[in-house]
């Protein structure tokens, strides 16, 4: 009786232990979550005061900063905690955290997935100071890492498209391996939906090098090609896989170059029946060389937009416009006009003869003094009204997106449950959609609003806040 007696003691003792040391390690976990996510606070603050707006065109400081204080604490974890399960999702909670609400985010959630797309478009773009190729493959695993944090996913595919866009239209991406091991993480970590587009945008790309050559052996077959006086590359883009707007403006092709626009419209519209052509020329781009001054025994070379380089072709007919004869003669609005002069006199290629720079009578003249150390100039900059109208563009289009995705969420719930009280309607609806970003409740309720509207569901007749599914 006394062996007996003696056993369940020790075993209730040894409970009572493991008990006491469960929950010293629940309150360390909770402890341990706590300083990551002040630390990370902490030091986010830090780079928001040293490098304030700057972080928007350079987001390497604010990245780095996330990732260093990751990288340092779970390496404590896997030293001092052996990779405990419980200090792990600690740390990642508290990584979630911080990530998505500091100071640089300003508590919003749709800061940081943007600076870690720029951050990403950075490190894929043709530089000097790109990394080797292992180098960089490691900075994109490093780069997946933060993006298992962010809550807004939608925010950062919406702005890393925009982004892989300019870079293959301009031709700028550091290496194709690097884009594709990118799309394959993502891939990865979101599944087919999230980069299906992507994808179709490389596809694009690799149909249109295939037209251009189908083009050019056309115009040898033919003998337009002795025609043709300027070197061309088109490409045909699909509307629903780029996140590419209409043009803002009207615009004449020059005549220096209408030929080659005309002839491939008819090529490519007789190959295929029934498809238009719409031309994105705020996304096309030109180089010009000049005669009236020379770099040595040659001319410079301008890299510039199509908008600018229908400007500056009208220079050919005289060396001094008005603002408002460039208005005519190109069919550009104002606002385009003006920007690309504003380009054009910083450079000192045009200059301000008379008038008030910005209206329509301010008359530009060609500086025929012109000088520069580079042959080659690139003027092909992006204009403040078209950053802030891209970024209007971007977020209205993730509104519109959020809002399709959440009524389309409520209808697959409503469809499956038939009738359902509004708060765990809600509920689901949040654990649908989180993977892609926190929907706020108030565009729930406005959702379930605009479906009773549309008939898709109706109010309970006899259930407060209760929903019914009409087929």
Known sequence: MTCISTHQTNKQTDSVSKS???EN????????????????????????????D?????????????????????????????????????????????VNRNKVANAGTSKSPELLAKYADALLKKSAKNPDENELETMLTQTMVIFKFIEDKDVFQKHYSRSLARRLI????????????????????????????????????????????????????????????????????????????????AFDVPPEVEPIFRRFQTFYESAHQGRKLNWLFQHSRAEIRTTYVKHGRS???????????????????????????????????????NGILG????????????????????????????????MRQNLNIAMRAEVEKENKETQKSIDEDRKMLAQAAIVRIMKARKTLEHNQLVAEVIEQLKSRFNPEIASIKKCIDALIEKEYLERHADKKNTYNYLA
């Not at 360390?28 to 706590?34: D, G, K, P, V, Y």
């Not at 992507?198 to 790309?205: C, G, H, S």
Request: hydrophobic content about 35%.
């Open 20 to 22: 006491k040391e469960k």
């Open 25 to 52: 390690l629940d309150k360390l976990r909770t402890s341990f979550e706590a300083h990551v996510r002040n630390i990370g606070e902490k030091s986010l603050e830090r780079v928001s005061a040293s490098s304030g």
């Open 54 to 98: 700057a972080l928007v065109r350079d987001p390497k400081t604010y990245v780095h900063a996330l990732l260093e204080v990751h990288q340092k604490y779970q390496a404590l974890v896997q030293t001092a905690f052996k990779n405990d399960t419980g200090f792990m999702k600690a740390l990642d909670k508290a990584c979630e955290n911080f």
């Open 170 to 249: 301009n031709e700028t991406s550091a290496s194709d391996d690097a884009e594709a091991s990118m799309i394959s993480k993502l891939r990865e970590a979101c599944g087919v939906d999230f980069t299906s587009k992507l994808q179709r945008m490389f596809t694009d790309i690799s149909l249109s090098k295939e037209q251009n050559d189908r083009f050019r052996d056309r115009l040898k077959q033919t003998r337009d090609d002795s025609e043709i006086t300027v070197d061309f590359n088109f490409k045909v883009l699909g509307t629903s896989a780029w996140p590419l707007t209409a043009p803002s403006t």
């Open 299 to 337: 001319g410079y070379t301008f890299q510039v937009s199509t908008y600018q380089m229908g400007v500056l072709l009208q220079y050919n007919k005289n060396t001094s416009y008005t603002a408002a004869e460039l208005m005519e003669s190109t069919k550009l609005n104002k606002e385009t006009v």
């Open 343 to 374: 380009i054009f006199c910083k450079s000192k290629l045009l200059q301000l003869e008379s008038g008030q720079a910005g209206s329509d009578g301010a008359r530009y003249g060609l500086n025929m003094d012109y000088k520069s150390k580079k």
